[in-house]
């Protein structure tokens, strides 16, 4: 079946600039996660959503990133302002559970470079 | 702060030697430990999970073990191929929490 889809798979901004990432969960996924992961560094958790509630948004390094998730399915993580640092790929992770780490899939991820 | 250590960052070795991957964390009041692989342009999969109150878990030609006291796990890979190239990363998730804490990973390479 399908997996965790992420579009686009390579966005190219300059600094300044808004962007969208858009993440599709597996069908029927309660939890939806957003990592972002530096070149060579390990993914680093960014916000997560049981259903549509945002249940913890405390890795958002700051107020230009905002993540949402209105009907519980499809989630976006909007930047905006675009900077340097942002350049990572975003990964996007659901699981069927609300277990902490049971069972997550994870897209192929949204390779941000701002320039 | 929990930290998730991994070394050597990167590992080359020939085909069919067994392997030992160490991670190593901060606060031992760990939830569960789980060994992810990454290949280049891809997301994670997960290998093996462990749950606080084990010791190990196996999957094939992968063993991995878990010493929460002492802070550490490893992965061990059997008979290793050239298509365990990938990267390996370690991440855990605290008691109270849902999100996972990874280490950077460990650029692995099985030359044939």
């Known amino acids: 079946g399908a997996g965790v889809s992420q579009s686009p798979r390579y966005k190219v901004a300059k600094r300044g600039q808004d962007v969208a990432l858009r993440c599709d969960p597996i069908?029927?996924?309660?939890?939806l996660f957003w990592y972002q992961q530096a070149l060579g560094q390990g993914p680093e958790f960014l916000t997560y959503?049981?259903?549509?509630?945002?249940?913890?948004k405390s890795g958002l390094p700051s107020d230009r990133f905002f993540a949402e998730r209105p009907e519980g399915s499809v989630s976006t993580l909007k930047i905006q302002r675009t900077q340097q640092e942002d350049s990572a790929v975003y990964l996007c992770?659901?699981?069927?559970?609300?277990?902490?780490?049971?069972?997550?899939?994870f897209g192929n991820g949204t390779r941000l470079t701002v320039t | 702060k929990q930290e998730v250590t991994q070394i050597p960052a990167a590992l080359s070795v020939p085909e069919g030697e067994n392997l030992v991957l160490n991670c190593s964390f901060t606060?031992?009041?760990?939830?569960?430990l789980q060994w992810f692989r990454q290949d280049p342009g891809k997301g994670l999969t997960s290998l093996l999970l462990?749950?606080?109150?084990?010791r190990e878990q196996t999957s094939g030609r992968l063993n991995a073990s878990l010493d929460k006291s002492s802070g550490r796990s490893t992965l061990y890979i059997a008979a290793s191929q050239p298509g365990d190239s990938a990267t390996y990363l370690c991440?855990?998730?605290?008691?109270?929490?849902?999100?996972?804490?990874f280490g950077k990973g460990m650029k692995l390479t099985v030359n044939p």
């Open positions: 462990i749950q606080s109150s084990q």
């Open positions: 606060d031992s009041a760990i939830y569960n």
């Open positions: 069908s029927g996924h309660v939890s």
């Open positions: 959503f049981q259903n549509e509630a945002q249940l913890d």
């Open positions: 992770a659901s699981s069927p559970t609300s277990l902490p780490g049971l069972l997550l899939h």
């Open positions: 991440a855990v998730t605290q008691g109270g929490s849902e999100k996972l804490v």
